[in-house]
């Protein structure tokens, strides 16, 4: 069983619908991150969460401690919101800050 | 800032070659981290360096060297290539502090 588990893998959605991306771990973590891949492209960092909830723009991350999970919400989400979402955390006490990531989620949004 | 950045973007090498990947950080981040991407896995860590002149070996870094000799750059090298090694390659990099990762485009590599 692998530490972090996305679900689901693959998600298709019409424009306008609101998004959810889950995320489950089973170790102790210091921070949990989402990040986004565009085909072909780079990765790049949409949160890191400790605690709580964050928002930017369209996008909410939430994470709960106690029970270990996260969601990634995308509201009235768009076309251009078609990527790769990836769950990664940092374990505690974890030399050189590293990372485990989830397998991640495909997301399609059709106009 | 150009952020991260890989050379090559993308490479077809035959089983045996060798080559260098070079990743380059202008923000003048302690940390620097190799990953491979596979299809239907994870990013995986190969090798990582906390500082400069210091590395230390991630998840799967066998057939794979690295070196930080300036704070910079962070090269990882194969030596002798396997197809095993076809992978999307990818370079990270972050500052001591708990924040956020820096990714560079990827290095699409392919051994035949």
């Known amino acids: 069983k692998n530490e972090v588990e996305q679900s689901p893998q693959n998600l298709t959605a019409q424009e306008g619908e609101f998004i959810t991306i889950n995320c489950s771990y089973s170790?102790?973590?210091?921070?949990l991150h989402w990040l986004q891949q565009h085909p072909g492209g780079g990765i790049v960092s949409l949160f890191m969460?400790?605690?709580g909830k964050k928002k930017h723009g369209r996008l909410i991350a939430t994470i709960n401690i106690q029970e270990k999970h996260s969601s990634l919400h995308i509201t009235a989400s768009h076309p251009r919101d078609s990527a790769v979402y990836i769950c990664?955390?940092?374990?505690?006490?974890?030399?050189?800050?590293?990372?485990?990531f989830g397998e991640g989620t495909q997301l399609t949004v059709n106009p | 800032n150009a952020g991260v950045t890989q050379t090559p973007k993308f490479r077809v090498l035959k089983t045996g070659q060798s080559m260098t990947l070079l990743c380059a950080q202008d923000?003048?981040?302690?940390?620097m981290y190799w990953y491979r991407q596979d299809p239907g896995m994870g990013l995986r860590l190969i090798h990582y360096?906390?500082?400069?002149?210091?590395?230390a070996k991630g998840e799967v870094p066998d057939g794979y060297n690295v070196s930080r000799l300036k704070k910079q750059n962070f090269l990882l090298g194969l030596e002798s290539a396997a197809p095993s090694q076809t992978s999307v390659y990818f370079c990270?990099?972050?500052?001591?502090?708990?924040?956020?990762?820096?990714f560079g485009q990827g290095t699409r590599l392919t051994v035949v």
């Open positions: 923000m003048n981040h302690e940390y």
């Open positions: 990270a990099s972050k500052d001591e502090t708990h924040t956020e990762a820096f």
């Open positions: 360096s906390v500082g400069e002149g210091t590395t």
């Open positions: 170790v102790g973590i210091s921070a």
């Open positions: 990664a955390v940092r374990q505690e006490e974890t030399s050189g800050s590293r990372l485990t």
């Open positions: 969460l400790s605690s």
